[in-house]
């Protein structure tokens, strides 16, 4: 790439969505810590402490997570090193790569005027979205076994045990919730098996009737979002 009159190797738009990535580091980077344990964010570190037994083994170590913490870190090390090559400006940040992140997002404009960077981007994109996979992998596609499938239709379970199952099913089924299902029941769509049942004790479906008018029946979308279209 030519050097343009402003001595800029990026553009505008890439100047941005660099800037954008680099501020996405540092929460990143604290996710991979606790992915290096294997530790959910769900949960704080005050309660793992105080909820394990001193007789409890560490949590297993996620190698996954180190490679990408270094491979993270190594990556922002290079460009931090060649800006301050190149344009000869003292480091004066942390060593941390939420520190070296935050540095190279001050020093955003040197970075772009450094011959190479229009590396940067696609570079640090790779390591991040590597690291943001680490963290939250795609969800594996669920296969429906059909013969599986039927024998879960013919299960009589209350709303809550059907919501927890439509989750194994997958798509198209994931959104089928408990309110999902009393929103099928107030419209009509399904009906509890005939009981006599106990006051205390809750309804019950037949699985294949709810998973038909799930599918019979699409979501609406909310009144709101129709407004706003």
């Excluded at 460009?79 to 400006?89: F, H, K, P, T």
């Excluded at 979205?129 to 669920?142: D, E, K, L, M, Y």
């Excluded at 294949?208 to 279209?229: E, K, T, W």
Aim: with cysteine; aromatic share 4%.
């Amino acid at each position: 790439m030519t050097e343009n009159p402003n001595h800029l190797y990026l553009d505008r738009a890439d100047i941005l969505a660099l800037a954008a990535l680099l501020r996405e580091i540092p929460d990143l980077a604290e996710d991979l810590a606790i992915s290096l344990t294997r530790q959910s964010r769900l949960s704080t570190r005050g309660d793992y402490r105080m909820n394990r037994r001193p007789s409890e083994q560490p949590l297993p170590y996620n190698p996954a997570a180190s490679r990408a913490t270094d491979e993270l870190h190594a990556v922002l090390v290079a460009w931090v090193r060649l800006v301050c090559e190149q344009r000869a400006i003292a480091y004066t940040g942390a060593t941390s790569t939420p520190g070296l992140a935050r540095w190279l997002d001050r020093n955003i404009i040197a970075l772009a005027m450094t011959e190479g960077a229009e590396g940067a981007l696609p570079e640090i994109r790779s390591v991040v979205q590597a690291a943001a996979w680490i963290i939250c992998p795609p969800v594996a596609p669920t296969v429906l076994d059909d013969r599986k499938l039927e024998q879960a239709r013919r299960h009589r379970l209350n709303a809550s045990g059907i919501a927890m199952l439509a989750k194994e099913l997958g798509e198209p089924f994931r959104s089928l919730t408990v309110r999902r299902i009393q929103t099928l029941r107030d419209a009509g769509k399904i009906a509890p098996l005939p009981g006599p049942w106990a006051p205390e004790w809750p309804e019950l479906y037949l699985v294949g009737d709810v998973l038909d008018g799930h599918l019979a029946h699409p979501i609406r979308r909310r009144a709101r979002a129709a407004i706003s279209n």
